[in-house]
């Protein structure tokens, strides 16, 4: 009748194991774009041997994957590093000069403003005091009192001293 089969039939694998390939093959494909994914997968196949051994090459893809980023991110690093440099001597050095030059500009424009300005016609009233200071009865009237005020040497008595410089304050504490 019907020939026997020789071999055993297959054994079906279970719907979880065919679910855990699928999702180490999509690790594979997606270990390469994301270094956060990476570091969890190396995490855990460090943390097992078993599975280390047996998924090897994605131990190896996800270390490659981890180098790869640490070396973007520094290289990122130097680019902004230089990125910054470049503005700051572009932008930030010329506007402060500027700035610098600026302020110079305004301190200087006040001493030009008043050289500019047109000189002030003579005030009447200071010319009619240079007039009566010019007159002999102001001018000894000016000069008897700041000899008054100042006291002449012969007015003075002497102080403790005997030098003859007495303040009036100490003439009328004396008396």
């Given at each position: 009748?019907?020939?026997?089969?020789?071999?055993?039939?297959?054994?079906?694998?279970?719907?979880?194991?065919?679910?855990?390939?699928?999702?180490?093959?999509?690790?594979?494909?997606?270990?390469?774009?994301?270094?956060?994914?990476?570091?969890?997968?190396?995490?855990?196949?460090?943390?097992?041997?078993?599975?280390?051994?047996?998924?090897?090459?994605?131990?190896?893809?996800?270390?490659?994957?981890?180098?790869?980023?640490?070396?973007?991110?520094?290289?990122?690093?130097?680019?902004?590093?230089?990125?910054?440099?470049?503005?700051?001597?572009?932008?930030?050095?010329?506007?402060?000069v500027l700035v610098r030059a600026t302020a110079q500009g305004w301190r200087r424009s006040g001493a030009v403003a008043?050289?500019?300005?047109?000189?002030?016609?003579?005030?009447?009233?200071?010319?009619?005091?240079?007039?009566?200071?010019?007159?002999?009865?102001?001018?000894?009237?000016?000069?008897?009192?700041?000899?008054?005020?100042?006291?002449?040497?012969?007015?003075?008595?002497?102080?403790?001293?005997?030098?003859?410089?007495?303040?009036?304050?100490?003439?009328?504490?004396?008396?």
């Amino acid at each position: 009748m019907y020939p026997e089969k020789s071999a055993l039939p297959r054994a079906k694998r279970p719907a979880i194991e065919r679910e855990e390939e699928k999702a180490w093959i999509r690790f594979y494909q997606r270990v390469d774009a994301d270094p956060v994914l990476a570091a969890e997968i190396l995490a855990q196949l460090d943390s097992d041997a078993e599975l280390r051994r047996r998924h090897s090459a994605l131990y190896l893809c996800c270390r490659q994957s981890l180098n790869a980023h640490q070396a973007r991110s520094a290289r990122n690093r130097q680019v902004a590093a230089a990125l910054r440099w470049t503005a700051r001597r572009l932008f930030v050095v010329p506007l402060a000069v500027l700035v610098r030059a600026t302020a110079q500009g305004w301190r200087r424009s006040g001493a030009v403003a008043l050289a500019l300005l047109p000189p002030s016609p003579a005030e009447p009233a200071r010319a009619k005091v240079e007039d009566l200071l010019r007159t002999s009865d102001v001018a000894a009237a000016r000069v008897a009192f700041q000899e008054t005020a100042a006291g002449t040497p012969a007015d003075r008595e002497p102080d403790a001293a005997g030098t003859g410089t007495a303040s009036p304050t100490q003439r009328a504490g004396a008396a």
